[in-house]
């Protein structure tokens, strides 16, 4: 049998705190049974929901904190009053020194960047984290990023942004040499803003062994798949994101209104209830909750604020498969091959969302 | 009975050209019995289309042109080669002339835009016009601008598309104070880039009759509807629209492939088939094809260009429509009371799509 995985969570965060983390790390434990927590947070909260789940608790040590990182905390007060001694640096801290191999939170996405930047560091020659999401596809899945760490990017950070993506692809998926498109208004090299333009030229130029350059995808292209990597700077990743998650309720509404409005279609409903279980298990969001930092010296999952313990669950598994894949050894390996374009400097313009 | 209204179509853009743009007309003439059309093209290819559809033969006067704008010219080209003379161009200057109320084309967005600016004009004070589109949603139907006039907007821009799209909400939906929502990646205050942070601001703090402002919105927020205006730049907006265009029809090839799996889930579909064909029809993005070009001294409509004649007939319903309604004069109206920020110059990164 492998060792264990360890696993470190922040446990107050996210919009209901441990009340969603425990039960959380509850059923992940069921799926992958050698999987280890160190649950940072208060312990008084802790301690009696860990006590309903006799099975955890075996598998779980509370690190207790004072201090954690409300939800609306800017990054800035985040720092100021959180680091070293809040729940939500501690569980990045584990990572860093080793005692865990990823860590979770359903806390604030800036202040946990923010800590994550300056805890772990990035990894050179990247010099700006991105935070990566696993799109589901018609064709399976794709890796979209920028999806919220920052907001605009150059060409040289969109190109960075290509190179991390497709380490990840092939780490995640196990994909030799992924297809790469840049996201823009059109597919014509005439399209679009300078950086994009500029970082599709410098893409078309520059062969990678690492992954394969396909050009300029469109908003439906993330949902068709055509590529194994969408990259697009955070703003607009952010909204193409929330927007496509937003469509998939709009139409389950529609369908759902559209069934209770006659008999014969409910009685219909009653025969295909099981095609209708499929699909709303394929549309459930939870299942493709954690944003993946990526860039760090170290796996930091983004679990989505106001999920259940069912969705915090698929984070911490994507946290376990990216410990078990080895997958930031894969992506220094791979960005350090494709020697990503350095950074003159951090500009201002790099603010944290 | 009142006066006809005449639309200018030109009978030479988007994918198909004529093939789809008569039999589209004829079926927007079958719903508005009093539309007159001038067809702007070849003559030698419109008449024929034309001797299979007698009514609209009688409704209609054909124009020859020999220059049409190809689907992948560039706006510069587009202007250089079929200014004055391309079934675009005189489409569009039917209408400054009088002969029309509005033109309606499938041609290439940036060609359209550019021949439409220089021949009609911007509304002073708007330096730069915008598409915007009519999004379907949970509560009815919305605004939302730009989706892909222009990439990239200042506070003052943002602004001046809060005002166009108020304008247009209030001709459109007939509401006496809009509801004006400025699209962005979170909600709160610190969020953003400095544009939009910016743009809130000034909406803020300027209370304006013509409409009301909510605050930032969010991706998700376009499918609920939560305000009757969404305003964003034309990158984000387009990547929004077809983001959200293509969940839908991913989740629709969810739902057929669960259906068929499974031959329980087939009678099923017998006995819903109604509620299948309702929601077919609410998702049918045909419905909701045109994009409205506002700022400019006239109705200009962009219709998708690979739409159908279906599709083609909705663009012209929503000229017809917006010409009935007076439309340029109620926003020129209300951009007036409004008073939007004038403009210094136009800036070298105004380019268009």
């Given at each position: 049998?492998?060792?264990?995985?360890?696993?470190?969570?922040?446990?107050?965060?996210?919009?209901?705190?441990?009340?969603?983390?425990?039960?959380?790390?509850?059923?992940?434990?069921?799926?992958?049974?050698?999987?280890?927590?160190?649950?940072?947070?208060?312990e008084?909260?802790?301690?009696?929901?860990?006590?309903?789940?006799?099975?955890?608790?075996?598998?779980?040590?509370?690190?207790?904190?004072?201090v954690?990182?409300?939800?609306?905390?800017?990054?800035?007060?985040?720092?100021?009053?959180?680091?070293?001694?809040?729940?939500?640096?501690?569980?990045?801290?584990?990572?860093?020194?080793?005692?865990?191999?990823?860590?979770?939170?359903?806390?604030?996405?800036?202040?946990?960047?923010?800590?994550?930047?300056?805890?772990?560091?990035?990894?050179?020659?990247?010099?700006?984290?991105?935070?990566?999401?696993?799109?589901?596809?018609?064709?399976?899945?794709?890796?979209?990023?920028?999806?919220?760490?920052?907001?605009g990017a150059?060409?040289?950070?969109?190109?960075?942004?290509?190179?991390?993506?497709a380490?990840?692809?092939?780490?995640?998926?196990?994909?030799?040499?992924?297809?790469?498109?840049l996201?823009?208004?059109?597919?014509e090299?005439?399209?679009?803003?300078?950086?994009?333009?500029?970082?599709?030229r410098?893409?078309?130029?520059?062969?990678?062994?690492?992954?394969?350059?396909?050009?300029f995808?469109?908003?439906?292209?993330?949902?068709?798949?055509?590529?194994?990597?969408?990259?697009?700077?955070?703003?607009?990743g952010?909204?193409?994101?929330?927007?496509?998650?937003?469509?998939?309720?709009?139409?389950?509404?529609?369908l759902?209104?559209?069934?209770?409005?006659?008999?014969?279609?409910r009685?219909?409903?009653?025969?295909?209830?099981?095609?209708?279980?499929?699909?709303r298990?394929?549309?459930?969001?939870?299942?493709?909750?954690?944003?993946?930092?990526?860039?760090l010296?170290?796996?930091?999952?983004?679990?989505?604020?106001?999920?259940?313990?069912?969705?915090?669950?698929?984070?911490?598994?994507?946290?376990?498969?990216?410990?078990?894949?080895?997958?930031?050894?894969?992506?220094?390996?791979?960005?350090?091959?494709?020697?990503?374009i350095?950074?003159?400097a951090?500009?201002?313009?790099?603010?944290?969302?």
């Amino acid at each position: 049998m492998p060792a264990s995985i360890t696993i470190a969570l922040d446990a107050m965060g996210g919009d209901f705190g441990a009340a969603v983390v425990v039960p959380g790390a509850a059923i992940a434990l069921e799926r992958r049974p050698d999987v280890r927590f160190l649950l940072y947070g208060d312990e008084n909260v802790i301690a009696p929901l860990l006590a309903k789940h006799p099975a955890l608790r075996a598998a779980s040590e509370i690190r207790h904190t004072d201090v954690f990182v409300r939800m609306d905390d800017k990054p800035s007060q985040a720092l100021r009053a959180g680091r070293y001694k809040s729940s939500m640096w501690q569980a990045i801290e584990a990572v860093k020194n080793g005692e865990a191999r990823a860590a979770v939170s359903a806390g604030n996405t800036g202040a946990l960047m923010a800590m994550a930047m300056f805890c772990l560091k990035t990894m050179a020659p990247v010099d700006r984290p991105a935070i990566a999401g696993i799109w589901p596809t018609l064709r399976g899945e794709s890796i979209v990023l920028d999806i919220g760490a920052t907001i605009g990017a150059d060409a040289r950070q969109l190109v960075n942004l290509a190179v991390m993506g497709a380490a990840l692809a092939r780490a995640v998926f196990d994909i030799e040499q992924p297809t790469v498109g840049l996201l823009n208004v059109g597919v014509e090299e005439i399209k679009g803003n300078e950086a994009v333009k500029e970082a599709g030229r410098i893409l078309r130029e520059s062969a990678s062994e690492q992954f394969a350059y396909h050009g300029f995808v469109e908003g439906d292209d993330l949902g068709k798949g055509t590529v194994d990597v969408v990259v697009t700077e955070g703003f607009a990743g952010n909204i193409a994101l929330k927007a496509a998650e937003g469509t998939a309720r709009q139409v389950s509404a529609y369908l759902r209104s559209a069934i209770e409005r006659s008999l014969m279609a409910r009685i219909g409903y009653l025969f295909a209830r099981g095609a209708f279980r499929a699909l709303r298990e394929k549309l459930d969001p939870r299942r493709s909750n954690g944003g993946i930092f990526l860039g760090l010296n170290g796996i930091v999952i983004k679990s989505h604020g106001g999920t259940d313990a069912f969705g915090f669950a698929a984070a911490v598994e994507l946290a376990y498969d990216m410990s078990r894949f080895g997958l930031i050894d894969r992506i220094r390996d791979s960005v350090t091959q494709t020697r990503p374009i350095a950074a003159p400097a951090l500009s201002e313009s790099d603010g944290i969302v």
